[in-house]
């Protein structure tokens, strides 16, 4: 079955480079996502990749994906107090008509001022 | 746009008691989703809907029933709600080849 783990902390100080990381299992993945949750909200969606890239950039948001140990990771470049959330790792596998995600339990991000 | 909304924000239930919680999208999206989330658990999918007039379990369906009223509605159904429903249940859409964008939940406590 998919499995999707991610370490359940990180802190960083402001102003410096945050990565989070994710490993999964279901080697039939064909997009990998990073979604965003702040207190007391919804899940907003950050970023994908496809699982034919190496390397995605967004602004201050680098993915990259290690297909063959099956390692994704967020890094977040000059992080602001802001960015204090839990970070969801998910990867898309196919299912009956649609397709499901198998999330990660998240990793809280804390950023010290 | 209002995207995905969920009703009600709150609920307080005793053990023992039904209700339905509501999702409704206007992105034009065919499949919806309805997941719960539980600290240390991550997010679990409950059950979804490929399209209108379609449901599929999920990970987590027991105690559960949904249905798809309409391309954009899709309702969760707790008929004989337990303390172990407690939880926080977010309800989500996508196009087939999309991604899925999530409501903003509904926290549930059973009593």
């Known amino acids: 079955g998919e499995d999707v783990e991610q370490s359940l902390f990180l802190s960083v100080r402001e102003g410096d480079s945050s990565v989070i990381n994710c490993t999964y299992t279901?080697?039939?993945?064909?997009?990998l996502y990073w979604y965003k949750q702040e207190p007391g909200a919804g899940l907003q969606l950050l970023t994908y990749?496809?699982?034919?890239?190496d390397m995605k950039q967004d602004q201050r948001l680098t993915v990259l994906l290690n297909k063959k140990d099956k390692h994704l990771s967020l890094r977040i470049a000059d992080t602001q107090t802001g960015d204090s959330a839990i970070y969801f790792c998910?990867?898309?596998?196919?299912?009956?008509?649609?397709?499901?995600?198998?999330f990660g339990k998240g990793t809280k991000l804390s950023v010290i001022p | 746009n209002a995207g995905v909304t969920q009703t009600p924000k709150f609920q307080v239930l005793k053990t023992g008691q039904s209700m339905t919680l509501q999702c409704a999208q206007d992105?034009?999206?065919?499949?919806m989703y309805w997941y719960r989330q539980d600290p240390g658990m991550g997010l679990r999918l409950i059950y979804y809907?490929?399209?209108?007039?379609?449901?599929d379990k999920g990970e987590v369906p027991n105690g559960y029933n949904v249905s798809r009223l309409n391309k954009r509605e899709f309702s969760l159904r707790l008929e004989s709600a337990a303390p172990s429903q407690t939880s926080v249940y977010f309800c989500?859409?996508?196009?087939?080849?999309?991604?899925?964008?999530f409501g903003p939940g509904t926290r549930l406590l059973v009593l």
């Open positions: 809907s490929a399209s209108e007039g379609t449901t």
């Open positions: 998910a990867e898309r596998t196919p299912g009956a008509g649609s397709y499901q995600l198998t």
């Open positions: 989500a859409s996508a196009t087939s080849q999309e991604t899925q964008y």
């Open positions: 990749i496809f699982s034919n890239m």
């Open positions: 992105m034009n999206h065919n499949s």
């Open positions: 279901d080697s039939s993945s064909t997009y």
